[in-house]
């Protein structure tokens, strides 16, 4: 039997200097990325995957950053949850919101929320559990892939 200490590491990355919307696609890389999440509770999960930032830009002209992390930033942060981080997960409101921001960046054709009642439990600001419909960015993966759409936090 092997001592609990002879385990291997598995490498992680931190995800909380990331500026813009990522994606982790839960896939058997070997490699956990984690993030600091569900607001001013600063949660930290974690999952197995491969990162893939996602529709963010920049405005040169107007030097303004562009990305769908403002306006889920906003709305977590908004009346609703206030910044508490929505840590015991997202309702069906949250949903319809989540899926305008998608839609407004051209994102709603790619990923979905999942709307099954565990992933909507374990889902809360910045760590949101997605079905992902048609990524134009990976080639020879699975039709079925799942993820997490994860932005900054609003501690």
Not at 25 to 54: A, D, K, M, R
Not at 107 to 128: C, F
């Amino acid at each position: 039997m092997k001592n609990i200490s002879e385990r291997p590491i598995r490498p992680k990355i931190e995800l909380w200097d990331s500026v813009g919307l990522g994606l982790i696609i839960e896939y058997p890389s070997g490699i956990l990325f984690s993030n600091q999440t569900g607001g001013f509770s600063c949660l930290h999960p974690s999952v197995e995957g491969i990162y893939v930032p996602l529709n963010n830009d920049y405005s040169e002209p107007e030097k303004r950053f562009l990305s769908p992390e403002i306006d889920l930033a906003k709305y977590f942060e908004g009346q609703k949850y206030g910044g508490s981080g929505a840590t015991k997960g997202i309702d069906a409101e949250d949903i319809l919101v989540i899926t305008e921001i998608l839609k407004k960046y051209s994102l709603n054709e790619v990923i979905i929320v999942d709307t099954n009642k565990s992933k909507m439990q374990q889902s809360h600001e910045a760590w949101i559990y997605v079905k992902i419909l048609n990524l134009y960015l990976l080639d020879g993966f699975s039709k079925e892939l799942n993820g997490i759409m994860t932005w900054s936090n609003s501690d």
